[in-house]
């Protein structure tokens, strides 16, 4: 059987106020060609399908698009992620079900696995914590006793099957030693966030989501990652899907598909004139860039010049050289000996890229003074 296996599609997500939904929709282009080249039985989507629980209306559309599409062609697994609501990404998916739309997002579904050909296929949407802890009976809290729990109840299912069928997993989670990014929403809320890789020993193969960069976590336990970048730290992520091949009793064979690159994504440190002027910085003129600037004095007008250069510059950032010592230092460090008055003015300047004038820290001035007075008759 082969899979092409994918997650965190986050539809509706933008990347610092850009507008994704057209490369997001470039992609499922190029899942629906990949489905089609490829000959692939079975898409496995492990979450995080919508950027949030409640997605904009064009976000819901591209994901109907894609599903029908899809669905024309091969059938369908679609777990919950974090960022997904459980009951709207959930509507209607016993209909789906004879379509071959196959949406998971109740934790009690958990053991019940779709079969296609010689494979059983488990989702198991993102479980949170507390929320299975006491209709599961569980004793410990946290991830790694839910998913501890889901598998026990999948392993259940396939042993009564014997060993003449291949089994597939989805799951969303943290596996210990996966290497994240800045663009994942922490799942540590109701304990621990992260489970061991051990917890899906003994399956055939393990589709991973919430992770953005692709990676393998043990033997046939693999993140596809994201199929865009969703934070600047995720520059040396190469973007696609997996192409996996499943037999009974076989080890899965696992090809990864290099997914289409709207845009760039890159960091450049240094100093502005070095920016504005080194040939050696050609390559990032039509990259969506995050700049620091480690000139000794913040430059005037920095932004609006750098985007002369670079127009998709997107983030900038000021760390003056001869200023390491203080950036490990605690915040309650660095201000101790400066006044309030100070700390305003540097984040007057840090919003407005100049210094605070003599009128806005006379005006900051009365609005200390005037919070001092309150103070004093409370």
Same mark, same amino acid.
């Given at each position: 059987?082969?899979?092409? &296996?994918?997650?965190?599609? &986050?539809?509706?997500?933008?990347?610092?106020?850009?507008?994704?939904?057209?490369?997001?929709?470039?992609?499922?282009?190029?899942?629906?060609?990949?489905?089609?080249? $490829?000959?692939? @039985?079975?898409?496995?989507? %492990? *979450?995080?399908?919508?950027?949030?629980? =409640?997605?904009?209306?064009?976000?819901?559309?591209?994901?109907?698009?894609? !599903?029908?599409?899809?669905?024309?062609?091969?059938?369908?697994?679609?777990?919950?992620?974090?960022?997904?609501?459980?009951?709207?990404?959930?509507?209607?998916?016993?209909?789906?079900?004879?379509?071959?739309?196959?949406?998971?997002? @109740?934790?009690?579904?958990?053991?019940?696995? #779709?079969?296609?050909? @010689?494979?059983?296929?488990?989702?198991?949407?993102?479980?949170?914590?507390?929320?299975?802890?006491?209709?599961?009976?569980?004793?410990?809290? *946290?991830?790694?006793?839910?998913?501890?729990?889901?598998?026990?109840?999948?392993?259940?299912?396939?042993?009564?099957? *014997?060993?003449?069928?291949?089994?597939?997993? =989805?799951?969303?989670?943290?596996?210990?030693? /996966?290497?994240?990014?800045?663009?994942?929403?922490?799942?540590?809320?109701? *304990?621990?966030?992260?489970?061991?890789?051990?917890?899906?020993?003994?399956?055939?193969?393990?589709? !991973?989501?919430?992770?953005?960069?692709?990676?393998?976590?043990?033997?046939?336990?693999?993140?596809?990652? %994201?199929?865009?970048?969703?934070?600047?730290?995720?520059?040396?992520?190469?973007?696609?899907?997996? !192409?996996?091949?499943?037999?009974? /009793?076989?080890?899965?064979?696992?090809?990864?598909?290099?997914?289409?690159?709207?845009?760039?994504?890159?960091?450049?440190?240094?100093? #502005?004139?070095?920016?504005?002027?080194?040939?050696?910085?050609?390559?990032?003129?039509?990259?969506?860039?995050?700049?620091?600037? #480690?000139?000794?004095?913040?430059?005037?007008?920095?932004? $609006?010049? !750098?985007?002369?250069?670079?127009?998709?510059?997107?983030?900038?950032?000021?760390?003056?050289?001869?200023?390491?010592?203080?950036?490990?230092?605690?915040?309650?460090?660095?201000?101790?000996?400066? %006044?309030? =008055?100070?700390?305003?003015?540097?984040?007057?300047?840090?919003?407005?890229?100049?210094?605070?004038?003599?009128?806005?820290?006379? =005006?900051?001035?009365?609005?200390?003074?005037?919070?001092?007075?309150?103070?004093?008759?409370?």
């Amino acid at each position: 059987m082969r899979l092409l &296996h994918t997650s965190d599609w &986050h539809l509706g997500r933008s990347f610092h106020r850009e507008d994704l939904l057209g490369a997001q929709a470039s992609f499922v282009d190029h899942l629906v060609d990949t489905v089609r080249s $490829e000959r692939v @039985d079975c898409v496995l989507i %492990s *979450g995080d399908v919508y950027d949030r629980a =409640l997605p904009a209306v064009d976000a819901v559309r591209l994901c109907n698009e894609a !599903l029908e599409r899809l669905a024309a062609l091969t059938r369908v697994v679609l777990i919950a992620g974090n960022h997904d609501s459980v009951q709207r990404l959930g509507f209607g998916s016993s209909l789906m079900d004879s379509a071959g739309v196959h949406v998971r997002t @109740d934790p009690a579904s958990v053991g019940e696995p #779709i079969v296609i050909g @010689d494979a059983a296929i488990y989702g198991i949407p993102y479980l949170e914590p507390e929320l299975v802890r006491h209709p599961w009976g569980l004793d410990e809290r *946290g991830h790694a006793a839910a998913l501890t729990e889901a598998m026990r109840r999948v392993r259940a299912d396939l042993g009564r099957r *014997g060993d003449r069928i291949a089994s597939i997993v =989805l799951a969303h989670a943290f596996v210990t030693g /996966g290497e994240p990014s800045d663009s994942e929403r922490d799942i540590s809320v109701g *304990g621990a966030a992260n489970v061991p890789a051990s917890v899906f020993e003994g399956v055939g193969y393990t589709a !991973l989501g919430h992770l953005h960069g692709k990676q393998e976590m043990a033997d046939g336990v693999w993140y596809s990652g %994201s199929p865009l970048a969703y934070s600047f730290s995720e520059e040396r992520q190469h973007k696609g899907s997996l !192409l996996v091949e499943v037999r009974p /009793g076989e080890r899965a064979s696992v090809e990864f598909v290099e997914a289409p690159v709207p845009r760039r994504v890159a960091r450049l440190r240094g100093r #502005i004139d070095d920016l504005l002027t080194d040939p050696s910085y050609e390559p990032y003129e039509d990259r969506w860039l995050q700049i620091t600037l #480690i000139d000794a004095q913040r430059p005037s007008a920095a932004m $609006e010049r !750098l985007r002369r250069r670079f127009p998709y510059a997107l983030v900038l950032g000021f760390d003056p050289e001869g200023e390491a010592a203080a950036g490990t230092r605690s915040w309650s460090e660095r201000v101790r000996e400066r %006044s309030e =008055l100070d700390i305003a003015g540097d984040f007057v300047a840090e919003v407005s890229q100049v210094p605070a004038s003599a009128a806005e820290r006379d =005006l900051l001035h009365e609005a200390f003074e005037s919070c001092r007075r309150k103070e004093a008759l409370a």
